[in-house]
């Protein structure tokens, strides 16, 4: 396929091959930045908010009021899947990606200004959860075109699957930055973070989005994208279109996402809480653990990729599926034996089977939606996981413990996750090295699940 933009002669190989690299590369720093944003959130409403915006609440009270805020951004998402899906397929991937950065970077930011309950009252909170909303809207439209970003410009159908996952390499990246900064100020002496300290890693994400914007703005848009424009395929509605089209696979690719998205924020977000208050743990050696989880995820997430290009898509997924059902009960008999060693490489062991899942998600999710339509329905199918596994697990999880008192009633959870994901992904077509620049509903045959299959 000759890759043009609209007005302009087709490009050389080797400028494609420069384009293919700008667009991983800005997908990539991008999503780091965005998922640096959210995750830092996450991180400080286990060891800091509850303290601070809910003081005169019961300590466990206090953590399901802080985590309801935390879940607010996970409600959040889809709002932006579907406010960001519209633009994406209608005007472009790329200025869809630039409005999205610019939210979530300024929604970050204000976070490191909100006063907190001594100084005025129950608003603080609330002000804090406006934020956490609209930090949401905008992860929930950053996904989606950071995937299409990548794997639109992927030259040959037989690698998609390991440049699509680039993107995904955002969360580990995020992930890691953002407990570096917390671990960092939190050697701070007296209260000094619970003071002041928190707030700066909220503050230097400004830096980091004037960083991901100047990248954004140097690349072009997808090849994909811009034959759909020429040849004016543009849906006016694409959302609606695509659950009027394809309300099938969007629901198959929430429920696909429960035993990779439920297990993560357990393993990344509750783990604080039920570390320091149950097992003992420094609130130091917790987040050096999930720094160490989250860098050997720099290396499984491009390679789970690489191999569902290899194996196939949706067997690679439920191959992580089924192992995260199963780690759950070995990862809370490690860290109940409350030895330090083997919290620690708990925690770290706590991600290989998220990224099992996450490396071919992407692709996985992006390839079931027809090109003009792709935006939204790799969007909303990807974010509606948000409301029903991301967004409630670490309050289902704090629930759980405090009514069963173990943490195998959480490991249970986590099991139930697993099976929903792996009869979603096993429902799902697989579209791994087919051809995926034409429309899938131009006429061709069905594949054995219900969906148009693409040529070869």
Known sequence: MAATQPGAVPLSAEDYRRQLRRAVIASTIGTTIEWYDFFLYSIVTGLVFAKLYFPESDPIVGTLQAFLIYAVGFLARPVGAAIFGHYGDRIGRK??????????????????????YATIGIWGAVILTVLRFIQGVGVGGEWGGSVLMSMEWARTNSHRG?????PQFGVPAGLFIANLAVLALSQMSGNAFLTWGWRVPFFLSIVLVAIGLYIRLNILETPIFAKLLSEQKIEKAPMLEVLRRQPKDIFLSAFARMAEQAPFYIFTAFVFTYGVRTLGATRDMLL??????????FFTIPFFGH??????????????????????????????????VWIFVAIVLSLVPHS??????????????????????????????????????????TALFAYYHSGYAIAGYILVC???????SWRMGDYTNKDISREYDEGRAMDDHGHARPAH
């Open 95 to 116: 200025a869809t990606l630039i409005v999205t950065l610019l939210l979530m970077g300024l929604a970050t930011f204000a976070v490191a200004f909100v006063p907190t």
């Open 162 to 166: 390991f440049v699509a996952s680039w």
């Open 288 to 297: 050096t653990a999930v720094l160490a989880a989250s860098v050997l995820e």
């Open 307 to 340: 191999i569902s290009d290899l194996i196939g898509r949706r067997r690679m997924y439920m191959i992580g599926a089924a192992a995260a059902g199963i780690f759950g009960f070995v990862y809370f008999a490690m860290v109940d034996t409350k030895d330090p």
């Open 356 to 397: 099992m899942m996450y490396g071919p998600q992407a692709a996985l999710i992006a390839e079931s939606f027809t090109g003009r339509l792709r935006y939204s329905g790799a969007s909303l199918g990807y974010q509606l996981a948000s409301v029903i596994a991301g967004g409630p697990a670490p309050l289902i999880a």
């Open 418 to 424: 697993a099976l929903f994901s792996l009869v979603a």
